[in-house]
């Protein structure tokens, strides 16, 4: 089924609604065209396009809810559907957390959609794999990559007359390059919405310069260290801090945002002065839709952290109303401030420290200081005076972000990644941070 303009699934929608005797219902009407390409060993491997559509409608009699899905949208499939969802709900238990689907809202729309996103085709893919297979042919390395697009719509409405339509599109673009011997490794990672701000000749050169830089690293004793982090070195690790900001998990004790004795930790400073971080829904370089697709309540522009200081938690429906707080929307997206610093401005302002490409294999140790372990990866550097002197070998790592970011030097210029560890769009920068904690060393490049 193609992609369906706002009449088309408005149309869907009010079917659905219409056919139902549930005390309450939702709909939520998806459609996607994903692309891909992969290589490896500079050779592509698989190059795919998947189209989907997809009707979710969650019912409700009382506190008992049910929902049913289906990917066929003839009367007779849509109606099965609904009826279905309803015996379901019958046969479900009281929810004793339920909350009634919302009024009437406001979605103000974000710029989600790029037509030449939404264009890319099979030699758009093809030429993205070239670039990189070729120059790094020319220079004597292997190349391993994945790229994908996306192009989407999204419509929401339930029983009380909500109504929402938005398309949306992205790609993501990941690179490693090794030597032929396997000595030096490097790699680069881009998000963006808009095709046109991506260039896969940059990207591809990146990790190709890592690749050849990194041959020949030496051994440095583990031991804390001022590191300059790069954006996604600096992403992997504070995703997990990111999704601690729910109310609930503070108020029960199980973020590093509980208090001691109950309660949670909104309006005390923790981090450095200079951590400023919000969500942003019609933020111009991660634009996500304009509501919350759980609960269907409108998104806002929510401060999190404002100039160190804990400025706001996320309250779900349930426990903003046990709590007597306002929910809205939980975020699509984070951003944290950063400066127009490029990441070889703070590595020149370095007189001794290590440069962290990336971060990898990262597990939580303890979840009340959100203490993380994991290893560095694909392009670790010894500074020197402001300059890169030479390539090190990989370590293992125990730092927290809460941690990390009290101590903080100087921050960079943020960039676009979708978040490995995160269900958000992030906006984050580069950073030199004091005291980062190396406790042993990796043979692993």
């Keep these: 089924m193609k992609n369906l303009n706002q009449d088309d699934a408005k149309r869907i929608c009010d079917k659905v609604l219409a056919l139902t005797s549930a005390d309450q219902c939702e709909v939520s009407l998806t459609g996607s065209r994903n692309g891909n390409i992969r290589y490896a060993r500079n050779a592509v491997s698989t190059a795919g396009l998947i189209e989907n559509t997809e009707l979710a409608i969650a019912v409700a009699f009382g506190n008992k809810q049910g929902i049913a899905t289906i990917n066929e949208f003839d009367d007779k499939s849509i109606e099965r559907a609904v009826r279905r969802a309803e015996e379901l709900a019958r046969l479900a238990p009281d929810n004793p ?17 790029f037509q030449k996103t939404a264009d890319i085709d099979p030699e758009f893919r093809a030429q993205v794999a070239a ?8 220079n004597k390395l292997v190349a391993a990559g994945f790229f994908a697009d996306s192009a989407k719509f999204t419509a929401v409405a339930n029983s009380n007359g909500v109504f929402g339509f938005q398309r949306d599109t992205g790609l993501d673009f990941t690179i490693t390059v090794r030597t032929e011997d396997g000595r030096g490794s490097g790699w680069a990672k881009r998000s963006v919405g808009d095709a046109s701000k991506f260039d896969a000749r940059e990207a591809s050169n990146v990790a190709i310069e890592k690749a050849l830089r990194s041959v020949e690293a030496k051994a440095l004793e583990p031991g804390r260290y001022t590191v300059v982090l790069e954006p996604a070195a600096t992403s992997d690790i504070l995703a997990y801090m990111f999704n601690d900001f729910g109310a609930r998990e503070a108020d029960e004790g199980r973020s590093f945002l ?32 304009p509501w919350d697709g759980g609960s269907m309540l409108a998104r806002e522009r929510q401060d999190l952290i404002k100039n160190g200081r804990v400025q706001d938690l996320n309250y779900s429906m349930y426990w903003a109303k046990k709590q007597g707080q ?4 939980a975020p699509g997206n984070i951003i944290m401030a950063g400066t127009n610093k490029s990441t070889e401005e703070l590595i020149a302002n370095t007189k001794k420290g290590v440069l962290v490409t990336r971060t990898w294999y990262i597990r939580m140790v303890d979840p009340q200081s959100v203490l993380l372990t994991g290893l560095t990866r694909d392009g670790t550097f010894y500074i020197e005076n402001g300059k890169i002197k030479h390539p090190i070998k990989n370590f293992r790592f125990n730092e927290s972000p809460v941690s ?23 906006l984050v920068p580069a950073m030199r941070v004091r005291d980062f904690n190396f406790t042993s060393l990796s043979d692993a490049v």
């Design 258 to 289: 509980s208090k001691k004795g109950g309660g949670n930790r909104k309006g005390e400073k923790l981090f450095d002065q200079q951590v400023n971080v919000w969500s942003d829904p019609w933020d111009a370089n991660v634009a996500v839709l």
């Design 131 to 138: 670039y990189s297979i070729e120059n790094s042919r020319k």
């Design 326 to 329: 306002r929910a809205v929307g």
């Design 97 to 113: 957390e339920f909350m009634p689907t919302p009024s009437k809202q406001q979605y103000k729309a974000s710029e989600t959609f």
């Design 404 to 426: 990390m970011l009290n101590n903080i030097d100087e921050l960079g210029r943020p960039e676009i990644l979708s978040g490995d560890e995160s269900p958000y769009q992030l």
